[in-house]
């Protein structure tokens, strides 16, 4: 008869993680969770990262799991930790990020007694910002809720999964061999959309005046992409990335091909005249402000949509044809079956001549609007957002040819708008974003993507005001070496916010350039003083003569850790702005 094994219950978590392939566990050390992450120090697989915040902490294993795919363990003290860490969290489950929150609580003993640093019903905390959330209350609670956690982070429609577990329980002994394993497969499952559906749907690209295809956050493997090239390139398909905000979340199509025509936005000339939407992934349709109209008023639109959660299908249009499946394996087969259409169909297709031309005079038209606002020169108010986005994109465009990959974290927010239209994205993994909007995530997200690609150039391309809300990941990054590159857009304030004073009521004070707490300029933050005193080496730069010079000399290695302050042009606000249209912001 095989003996049971008596093992504490944090031996036992942790051993759970290795399991999973857990590489690093993110947090800050509290009474609650010392037992925790004593068995982590002993793993010969997981190390621990400590940081000086929990939102910090959090907003690592986000960029991690982002980068590599893998399950990011963080681990909170009790009610401080998980409050300070909501943020990012919520940044995380707006996305469905695969993280395991574990949250090590007050001796359950003293709960009845309202004891310091205690929450009745902590649970509540994160059950909204969480796919699943449970409160342990005995040891093979723990066992079963680890099992649990595994089947929804490889599930379809992931997200973070928080277990709160008392400190006398990690303490507790008990045998694990009549508990689950978490043997779960370690690739996330897909799903398959019908075959009957997906060549139905390509016969009806194929046919129509001018379908738009919205290409979701979902979609970052190369194999889907390269699929989708094929794809667009074969029926002369409009490319759009989805995004609520104006940046994007990944290089889910390569921007440097003639059928992408830049971010999903109802004010774009790609929408106008579309018989059909095809939503292929992402939120149809999420917008970061309110419209009275909607957005197909009047007009006969097919709208498609294919996503693995439910949910998602009509939620917020009408949708024609609602297709349950994987984004990614989706693309894949609409690729194989456009194939077959052409061998069918070998006639010239004059719908195809068509939407060749319009999407070549679409592509024409932003070319143009990009090189006139390249043109204008600089008046003294701060490097144009632009020359820096541009500037960047030449140095990594010339590392890039040697052999050196790269990729943006970015946070940049008005800047951001930049980044989408100048920077020419052209692989897959080079860029990180997140749709949700809380700040303080850039810095840290690129720490813990470094950790996950540390071959790879990791910038974080971040707001002044992104900044503020979340710099202690600069001593993580200064206390474990963690080379990366932070980019600081210092336009000396909040501008998307003072841009929404355009917005609600034309709210506007009469002679006033900017708004009641918008301004960071009184006294004027000290950025690079404050990143030096976080250990990391700070430089600024207020000529954009001398933004080259940086630049080269920072690229030129992937293992420099490094904060560059960049004094940007206050005046321009957002690239929609500077080009003289409606910005997204207002």
Same mark, same amino acid.
């Given at each position: ?192 959309? %019908? !075959? @009957?559906?997906?060549?139905? +749907? *390509? ?7 001018? =379908? &738009? $295809? ?6 970052? %493997? !190369? @194999?889907?992409?390269?699929? +989708? *090239? ?7 398909? =409009? &490319? $759009? ?346």
């Amino acid at each position: 008869m095989k003996a049971f094994v008596k093992q504490l219950i944090a031996d036992v978590v942790v051993a759970s993680l290795e399991r999973q392939d857990a590489k690093y566990a993110f947090g800050v050390p509290g009474s609650t969770t010392v037992s925790l992450i004593n068995s982590i120090s002993n793993s010969k697989k997981i190390k621990f990262i400590t940081s000086l915040n929990e939102n910090a902490s959090l907003g690592m294993a986000d960029g991690y799991a982002r980068a590599s795919g893998r399950i990011a363990p963080v681990i909170l003290h009790t009610t401080p930790g998980l409050s300070t860490a909501l943020p990012n969290l919520y940044n995380s489950f707006v996305d469905n990020v695969p993280l395991l929150i574990i949250v090590g609580d007050v001796n359950s003993k003293s709960l009845i007694r309202e004891p310091g640093l205690a929450l009745n019903r902590l649970e509540d905390l994160a059950e909204r910002v969480t796919r699943w959330c449970y409160y342990a209350k005995s040891p093979s609670d723990v066992l079963t809720a680890l099992d649990r956690t595994t089947a929804i982070l490889k599930s379809p429609q992931p997200g973070p999964c928080c277990l709160i577990i008392p400190e006398d329980i990690l303490e507790m002994q008990d045998d694990t061999t009549k508990y689950p394993n978490n043997h779960h497969a370690s690739q996330r499952t897909k799903i398959y959309p %019908e !075959k @009957e559906q997906i060549t139905q +749907l *390509v016969s009806l690209i194929n046919d129509s005046q001018w =379908p &738009v $295809l919205i290409i979701g956050r979902e979609v970052r %493997e !190369k @194999e889907s992409v390269n699929s +989708l *090239v094929e794809f667009s390139e074969r029926l002369a398909i =409009p &490319v $759009l990335l989805e995004s609520p905000y104006p940046s994007a979340y990944s290089m889910s199509f390569p921007q440097d091909n003639q059928n992408y025509l830049g971010l999903f936005r109802r004010e774009s000339d790609v929408i106008k005249g579309a018989d059909m939407i095809i939503g292929l992934g992402g939120q149809l349709f999420t917008e970061r402000k309110f419209y009275n109209e909607d957005l197909f008023d009047g007009a006969e639109v097919k709208v498609v949509h294919i996503h693995e959660n439910p949910w998602e299908l009509g939620k917020n249009i009408g949708t024609d044809f609602p297709i349950i499946g994987t984004p990614e394996v989706a693309a894949v087969m609409l690729n194989e079956a456009s194939k077959g259409l052409v061998i069918k169909k070998s006639n010239i297709n004059s719908n195809r001549q068509n939407r060749r031309m319009r999407i070549n005079e679409i592509h024409s038209k932003k070319n143009d609007e990009r090189d006139k606002l390249d043109s204008i020169p600089s008046d003294g108010s701060g490097i144009k957002p632009w020359k820096l986005v541009n500037t960047l994109y030449q140095v990594l465009s010339v590392e890039q040819k040697r052999g050196h990959e790269f990729t943006i974290v970015d946070e940049g927010v008005i800047t951001s708008s930049y980044l989408s239209e100048f920077f020419i994205f052209t692989k897959p993994g080079s860029l990180i974003g997140r749709s949700a909007g809380c700040l303080g995530w850039g810095v840290n997200a690129a720490i813990g993507a470094k950790l996950a690609l540390p071959n790879r150039k990791v910038i974080a391309f971040v707001g002044d005001g992104a900044l503020m809300f979340c710099p202690q990941g600069l001593w993580t990054a200064a206390h474990y070496e963690i080379p990366i590159t932070v980019i600081v857009c210092n336009n000396t304030g909040y501008l998307s916010v003072d841009l929404s004073y355009d917005s609600f009521g034309k709210r506007r004070l009469e002679g006033k350039v900017s708004h009641v707490g918008t301004e960071i300029s009184e006294p004027p933050l000290n950025i690079v003083e404050l990143s030096d005193a976080l250990g990391v080496k700070g430089v600024s730069v207020i000529n954009e003569k001398d933004l080259l010079t940086v630049l080269e000399r920072n690229a030129s290695s992937s293992e420099i850790l490094e904060l560059i302050d960049v004094h940007t042009d206050p005046k321009e606000r957002g690239y929609e702005g500077s080009i003289g249209q409606n910005s997204a912001w207002t």
